[in-house]
């Protein structure tokens, strides 16, 4: 993309922000709520290979202080970094449920684009960071994300929030469970690759298609190639995870454990 052509639309990204009352903030552009919540907007550009073209897609947040507080207190990042606690692509808010992206291309009128995503942010966006702001539509929210990677650290975190701190370490050893997951060896496969329907055309996989796919996924999955991927994740392991008494985890995930479980009981 020409540098030109990406500040002409992140002006324009700008202007929509500042007329619905959101300013630049870090990555984010963000509007109180009050004076513990924070809305927020996220904007992120892609090429996809075309020339002249820029696809812009928009995530819709909310940032709680409270939160994020005790959030930095867990995990030691670093304080100055604002981030959003919940954050949803605005196409699954919209009735189809699927990613969105509004394609701006090079030396054209783009304005009829930005109405159009600034219309989608006011219909979709508003509501949604409305009911977010609100903790037990967060609770509940997270609840049902609960089987998503890295969702234990916010859902503890609510659990000890409503006072129960008791259901909110259950989640910890939940998702302790699947960190020693993380430092199992790969296995080689042994059975043959079973292709699922051909979800991209609409149609089944024939035999032909079926052995193609097969002999590639078996290349991909070779003896030696899976030597190589056990040793690199050691070393991954190695320099990242240490032992302790909840058995092999990542440094980050030990603090968190050892900080919460520190939080008194409320």
């Not at 604002?82 to 808010?93: A, D, M, P, S």
Request: hydrophobic residues 35%.
């Amino acid at each position: 993309m020409s540098k030109e052509f990406k500040k002409e639309i992140e002006k324009g990204i700008s202007a929509i922000c500042n007329e619905i009352g959101f300013k630049k903030k870090q990555y984010y552009f963000i509007k109180p709520i009050d004076k513990n919540i924070t809305a927020t907007l996220s904007f992120g550009m892609a090429l996809h290979q075309q020339k002249g073209h820029i696809f812009v897609n928009v995530g819709v947040g909310v940032s709680h202080k409270d939160i994020e507080q005790l959030y930095t207190e867990l995990t030691g990042i670093d304080k100055s970094i604002f981030k959003h606690t919940i954050n949803e692509q605005i196409g699954n808010l919209m009735p189809n449920k699927i990613f969105k992206e509004w394609d701006f291309v090079e030396n054209a009128d783009n304005t009829c684009l930005f109405e159009d995503l600034l219309k989608s942010i006011q219909t979709y966006g508003f509501p949604y960071q409305e009911k977010m702001s609100h903790f037990d539509n967060l609770f509940v929210d997270t609840l049902n994300k609960k089987h998503h990677a890295n969702i234990y650290k916010l859902l503890s975190i609510l659990y000890y929030l409503k006072g129960e701190k008791t259901e909110g370490w259950k989640i910890v050893e939940d998702a302790l469970g699947k960190e020693k997951e993380r430092t199992k060896e790969y296995e080689f496969p042994t059975q043959p690759f079973n292709p699922m329907n051909n979800v991209s055309f609409g149609k089944e996989i024939t035999e032909k298609e079926k052995q193609i796919i097969e002999q590639k996924y078996m290349k991909l999955f070779t003896p030696e190639i899976m030597k190589q991927a056990n040793q690199s994740k050691k070393e991954y392991i190695n320099a990242n995870f240490i032992d302790s008494q909840y058995g092999r985890v990542s440094k980050e995930f030990l603090t968190f454990i050892e900080r919460y479980e520190a939080l008194p009981c409320n």
